[in-house]
């Protein structure tokens, strides 16, 4: 059974900085892409990035591109997120998910969930 547990969130001031964390567990990743999505109140869930556990390529939703950087740690099976830059537009919860490779990346209701961690960017 996979799970995937977020850490690291909280409250930060606008133009700061957050490590988003998630560690993996269940099964081998080596045919998965993990990655994170984000939801704010009162609007849809949100791709946010992604990276395919084997090889390493990375993949960002616009609102990420440029100050959102996402890695991994194979040996830890340990999922990033390195946000900076922050604007209050970026507070939401962040989910953690894990799918198969061949599954549309950015599609999201699948694949595998965490409980989510709440950032909050204050003005």
């Known amino acids: 059974q996979v799970q995937l547990v977020e850490s690291g969130g909280g409250l930060v001031q606008a133009g700061g900085s957050l490590r988003l964390s998630c560690a993996a567990s269940?099964?081998?990743?080596?045919?998965?892409?993990l990655g994170w999505f984000r939801q704010a109140p009162g609007k849809e869930r949100e791709f946010v990035a992604a990276?395919?556990?084997?090889?390493?390529?990375?993949h960002y939703g616009v609102s990420a591109k440029g100050r959102f950087t996402i890695s991994r740690d194979n040996a830890k099976d340990t999922l990033y997120l390195q946000m900076n830059s922050l604007k209050p537009e970026d507070t939401a919860v962040y989910y953690c998910n894990a799918r198969q490779i061949i599954v549309t990346m950015t599609e999201p209701s699948l694949g595998y969930w965490g409980q989510g961690t709440q950032v909050t960017v204050s003005s």
């Open positions: 269940g099964r081998t990743f080596s045919d998965y892409r």
């Open positions: 990276i395919s556990w084997s090889v390493g390529d990375k």
